[in-house]
């Protein structure tokens, strides 16, 4: 089976000049121009990525992005026309894991869909599942799964990846610029801050109380580390 992409674009030009170009890269395309028409394809389909315009009609993409991280966990890339960070942000906490602003290049595009996801990778050798256990969170490697006692967490790719890094050395402190590059690798450059709302909606997930986390603690002034007495 290939790689499913669900392109939601009300504007038909875009829509069909997507679609045409993702099929010759290989991968098999769904198409939506409103957000109800994404979130029933998801449903349907199960994409493995999911290219989601900003200004939709009835439902816009935010709200659809809040839909569709209710149901499942995709890749979601937000493309908008608005450029102002506070607009970026806003979007990757509503769950998007990457964020385009027209106009773009559709090799940069095809660039971002395969950064998304090499961090989706669910480890297809097939060999077996490297483990984490902290603390009450146990967090497996190769199928991207973390469970919080008994309960397993619904991450995006971007949380999983940056939960991993941080859990596998607790008590090493890193940098937002190296959380930065090792969640969304080295091929783009994004605003450091960035980090700061997937921190904030993992924290969410993981901690009893997010407003006194314990399991990934902030450094002032430097970054974040993963608490060292959660070291099993």
Known sequence: MGIKVLVVEDEEKILSLVETFLQREGYDVLTAKDGAAAVRLYTENKPDIIILDWMLPQMNGLDTCRRLREIGEPGIIMVTAKNEETDKIVGLEMGADDYLTKPFSLRELAARIRSLLRRMNRGENGGPDNVLRRGDLTIYEESLQAFKGNQELRLTPTEFKLLHLLASKPGRVYSRMQLLQHAFEEEFVMDERTVD????????????????????????????????????
Not at 210 to 225: C, E, L, M
Request: proline share 3%; aromatic share 14%.
């Open 197 to 232: 709302s997937h921190i904030s909606k993992l924290r969410k997930k993981i901690e009893d109380d997010p407003n006194h986390a314990v399991y990934i603690q902030t450094v002032y002034g430097f970054g974040y580390r993963f608490g060292a007495s959660h070291e099993n």
